[in-house]
Nanobody
Framework: QVQLVESGGGLVQTGGSLRVSCAAS????????LAWFRQAPGKEREFVAV????????YYLNSVVDRFTLSRDNAKNTVDLQMHSLKPEDTAVYYC???????????????????WGQGTQVTVSS
């Protein structure tokens, strides 16, 4: 099992930057695929980015691929999402998620993930 705790959300102006972090408990952190999802008011939770365990491949939502960067530190049990050039449409609650197993074909699906954090609010003002 792993527990995930997000931090780093906040309010930022359009064009600004923000970094959200996810800290995980447990000593088997490296076995998990790690992702960020987000959920805006009235919308479904959507995939943002994932880093695949072992291979280290990263995949991003098309609308963030040139602006967001995902990184993990297995020694610190953290996975961070650095966000630049933020837009009002990036406003959402951002959730960290972890998945055991092979999700290379289903990494963008919520059901692929076994563990979720409580979320952190990111608000981009126009």
């Amino acid at each position: 099992q792993v527990q995930l705790v997000e931090s780093g959300g906040g309010l930022v102006q359009t064009g600004g930057s923000l970094r959200v972090s996810c800290a995980a408990s447990g000593n088997t952190f490296s076995r998990y695929n790690l992702a960020w999802f987000r959920q805006a008011p009235g919308k479904e939770r959507e995939f943002v980015a994932v880093i695949i365990r072992g291979f280290g491949f990263k995949y991003y939502l098309n609308s963030v691929v040139d602006r967001f960067t995902l990184s993990r530190d297995n020694a610190k049990n953290t996975v961070d999402l650095q966000m630049h050039s933020l837009k009002p449409e990036d406003t959402a609650v951002y959730y960290c998620a972890a998945a055991d197993g092979d999700i290379r074909e289903t990494y963008d699906q919520r059901d692929s993930y076994d563990y979720w954090g409580q979320g952190t609010q990111v608000t981009v003002s126009s």
